[in-house]
Nanobody, 128 residues
Framework: QVHLQETGPDLVKPSQTLALTCTVS??????????WSWIRRPPGKGMEWLGY???????NYSPSLQGRASISRDTSKNQFTLHLSSVTPEDTAVYYC????????????????????WGQGTQVTVSS
């Protein structure tokens, strides 16, 4: 069974770049057909898809982030990392990494469904 674990800072200052890493066990991130995504839930709001990296290394991002996000991977460590630049307090949220069987599911289309293919989530606060 796949297991995903998010790691990163609890607190980030405004204008800095947030880096979160997802360590995957039980499945290779290069396995054909899977998509590895980042999703967040701001306080009092719904789930928001941020971006994904496919098994091929192809990436896709939510337009709402206006180019602030990038996702990279380290296949030797079976990890993928989200970088979110120029953060503001509105980026405060619980951040999740997930494994999905296709691009639409990776984009929470039609909706995000939290299950065993998600990490437990990590709280990130943006504050000075």
């Amino acid at each position: 069974q796949v297991h995903l674990q998010e790691t990163g800072p609890d607190l980030v200052k405004p204008s800095q770049t947030l880096a979160l890493t997802c360590t995957v066990s039980g499945e290779s991130i290069t396995t054909n057909s899977y998509f590895w995504s980042w999703i967040r839930r701001p306080p009092g709001k719904g789930m928001e898809w941020l971006g994904y990296i496919a098994h091929s290394g192809y990436t896709n991002y939510s337009p709402s982030l206006q180019g602030r996000a990038s996702i990279s991977r380290d296949t030797s460590k079976n990890q993928f990392t989200l970088h979110l630049s120029s953060v503001t307090p509105e980026d405060t949220a619980v951040y999740y990494c997930t494994r999905q069987p296709g691009p639409y599911q990776a984009m929470c289309n039609p909706r995000c469904i939290r299950d065993d293919n998600w990490g437990q989530g990590t709280q990130v606060t943006v504050s000075s």
